[in-house]
């Protein structure tokens, strides 16, 4: 293995090093050898793309997690996975990803573990699980988690990885499954700065919008404060396209109309095709702005920081889930409202 270890957050990724160093080699030997140069010419290539290789491992491959992995594998890197459901890892071993029975295993493999996980439980498991992440920790090995979980979670994971000489970077994500497949993330990333620059790279396969956001917690701060904008945001289009329709406007209409004004959202145009089609699969589920929205006034409450629309829309999505809605996409919401005004928007 070309990069060790220890090695990988010492400068701007080693490898970089080994290839100047191949580079400089190999042009004496081009040079003494011009009728050979094209095979000094593809040694010197395949060196390089070894030098460069940093093993990376990524667990939970759910909706988010899956096609990131593919994202990564289609950039060429080497790529360690692990989850709960063998269906996708088999999956996704079929596009080149390398199985492992345990985070653990997968921490002895890869130079920088990814995780991106859906509640806090799970990323406490991972981490700190007998067969965990972090007490098969190295020095020098970078973990970085993708997941929404309070700061509280992630101060945990921080103190745990410095405590066995690793990193650590929360880089929490916004754009849902949609973005993940197109490669078009916000990531919102908390930690070292330096730390955070080595890791741009990877960060850049996986989103458009990368941001480093300050000190180890800010990138889950503000995911927190994204989280709480979508749950308001989507409780009140649920509640003014069932108000609208039921005043005699249609929900196109509101759309094309209120869309352009400053009423408008991306929320709205998000919600508005979903509602029509009545097709309320899970992009992003109550259940899961719902976890949030927990998180959220959870912190609100350690800190002193009352959130009044935050705790109504908790109750909205409350009511959602209570009504059986919690394993289908928020855009769902607007069947509560439909059933309380006594209109179906469509």
Request: hydrophobic residues 45%; aromatic residues 4%.
């Amino acid at each position: 293995m070309l990069v060790d270890n220890g090695a990988v957050l010492n400068g701007q990724f080693p490898a970089a090093k080994l290839n100047d160093a191949a580079t400089k080699a190999n042009v004496g030997l081009v040079k003494r050898r011009p009728k050979c140069h094209w095979i000094a010419i593809l040694y010197l290539a395949n060196f390089a793309a070894e030098a460069r290789r940093v093993e990376l491992g990524f667990i939970g491959l759910g909706l988010m997690g899956k096609p990131m992995v593919r994202h990564l594998l289609t950039a060429g890197h080497r790529v360690h996975i692990h989850n709960r459901s063998r269906s996708v890892v088999d999956e996704l071993a079929g596009a080149g990803a390398i199985p492992a029975a345990s985070p653990s295993e997968v921490a002895a493999r890869a130079h920088i573990v990814m995780t991106c996980l859906p509640n806090t439980d799970q990323v406490e498991r991972v981490y700190f699980g007998a067969d965990g992440l972090v007490p098969a920790m190295r020095a020098g090995q970078l973990f970085i988690d993708h997941s929404t979980v309070g700061l509280d979670t992630t101060k945990r994971c921080d103190d745990g990885c410095r405590a066995r000489g690793g990193t650590f970077l929360d880089a929490p994500v916004s754009g849902g499954p949609a973005g993940a497949t197109a490669a078009t993330l916000t990531i919102m990333v908390g930690g070292d700065a330096a730390t955070f620059e080595r890791a741009r790279p990877i960060f850049d396969v996986l989103g458009k919008n990368v941001r480093h956001c300050g000190p180890s917690g800010a990138g889950s701060a503000i995911k927190l404060v994204n989280q709480l904008l979508v749950a308001i945001n989507m409780a009140g289009v649920a509640e003014a396209l069932a108000f609208g329709v039921k005043a005699g406007a249609s929900i196109q209409t509101i759309l094309e109309v209120v869309g352009t004004g400053f009423g408008g959202s991306r929320m709205l145009e998000r919600a508005v095709p979903i509602i029509q089609k009545r097709d309320f699969k899970p992009g992003t589920a109550v259940n899961l702005i719902l976890k949030d929205l927990g998180l959220i006034n959870a912190l609100a409450g350690t800190i002193g920081c009352r959130l009044d629309m935050a705790q109504r829309a908790e109750e909205v999505f409350q009511a959602g889930r209570d009504t059986g809605l919690g394993d289908d996409d928020m855009a769902g919401l607007v069947r509560q409202f439909e059933k309380a005004a006594g209109v179906a928007v469509s």
